[in-house]
C-alpha cells in the first residue's frame, strides 16, 4: 500500500532545514528520522514499508536542501514594452488591457504595487502610471478650479484718506 508522504512535511513546522543541514549527511539523517518518528507515532504504517517512507522522506529533504536552484522563468510582456505607453492609455504588461490609470487595476487583479510591478517588467523608475493625456486634462482641471496655488490673503481694507477740516464760519 503506497502514501503520498508529502503532506507530512506540509504540516510539520517546527522542523526546519537550517545551513548545516546542507553540507551534513548526519543531519539529514537525524531530520529524517524526526519526520519518520513524528509521522508513525500518530499513523498507523506496516513495517514492510518503513524503509520505503524512510527513503522517501531522505530524498524530498536532499532535495529541498541540495536541489537544483529553480530557474525562475522568463517573462513575457502580453504587449512590447516600447508599445505599452500611448498618449491615451497604458497597456498593461500582465494581460494586455488598456487603462488610463493602472494603478488600481495592479492592487485588484494582481496585488502589486506600482513599484513592484516595474521591478517584476525591469521597467525604469519614470515609467508611467497614467496616460499621458489623461495626466495633462487632470493637471488642466486642477489648475482651472484653483488647486496647487496658495489661497489669495483677504484684502485688508484701504486706509482712510486725510482730509483737510473744513473751515467753519
Known amino acids: 500500500m503506497k502514501r503520498n508522504f508529502a503532506h507530512c512535511f506540509h504540516s510539520i513546522r517546527s522542523i526546519s532545514v537550517t545551513e548545516e543541514a546542507e553540507n551534513n549527511t548526519d543531519a539529514l539523517i537525524e531530520l529524517t528520522a524526526d519526520i519518520v518518528s513524528a509521522y508513525v507515532s500518530k499513523n498507523p504504517v506496516p513495517l514492510g ?17 541540495g536541489g537544483s536552484p529553480e530557474k525562475p522563468e522568463a517573462l513575457k510582456p502580453a504587449v512590447p514594452i516600447k508599445k505599452s505607453v500611448t498618449p491615451d492609455y ?14 488600481r487595476h495592479l492592487s485588484t487583479h ?3 504595487t506600482p513599484d513592484e510591478y516595474r521591478a517584476k517588467w525591469g521597467l525604469p523608475a519614470d515609467y508611467p502610471m497614467v496616460a499621458p493625456n489623461y495626466a495633462a486634462a487632470r493637471s488642466a482641471l486642477a489648475k482651472t478650479i484653483g488647486l496647487g496655488r496658495k489661497p489669495n490673503e483677504p484684502e485688508q481694507p484701504a486706509p482712510a484718506k486725510k482730509t483737510r477740516k473744513k473751515a467753519v464760519a
Open 49 to 65: 514499508e518503513l524503509p520505503a517512507l524512510i527513503g522517501q522522506v531522505h530524498a524530498a529533504l536532499k532535495d529541498t536542501v
Open 110 to 112: 494582481y496585488d502589486l
Open 90 to 103: 497604458i497597456i498593461s504588461l500582465e494581460d494586455g488591457k488598456k487603462f488610463k490609470s493602472l494603478k
